[in-house]
Nanobody
């Protein structure tokens, strides 16, 4: 079992920055990759970024490329989502996910992850 706890969401003005954190506990040694997803009301859950622990490979969705990054600290089992130049369309619930098995890279679909955090809300005002 892997437990994930997100933090760092909140309300920010357009153009501002936020950093989300996801702390993993439990059988973290088996984690292959971590991902950040977001879901706005009425929209599908979208993978915005992913990190592969073994070699540090990262994936960032085109919709946020150049603004979001996904640094991680595998000594602390924490992955971050650094969000800069935020836009109102970035408003969504943000979820951290862990994938404990290898396979296709990058894993961009929600069913390619087997553990999820509870989510944290990000609201960007115009």
């Amino acid at each position: 079992q892997v437990q994930l706890v997100e933090s760092g969401g909140g309300l920010v003005q357009a153009g501002g920055s936020l950093r989300l954190s996801c702390a993993a506990s439990g059988r973290t040694f088996s984690n292959y990759a971590m991902g950040w997803f977001r879901q706005a009301p009425g929209k599908e859950r979208e993978c915005v970024a992913a990190l592969k622990w073994s070699d540090g490979s990262t994936y960032v969705a085109d919709s946020v490329k150049g603004r979001f990054t996904i640094p991680g600290d595998n000594t602390k089992n924490i992955v971050y989502l650094q969000m800069n130049s935020l836009k109102p369309e970035d408003t969504a619930g943000y979820y951290c996910a862990a994938r404990t098995y290898g396979g296709r890279w990058p894993p961009r679909k929600y069913d390619e992850y087997d553990y999820w955090g509870q989510g944290t809300q990000v609201t960007v005002s115009s």
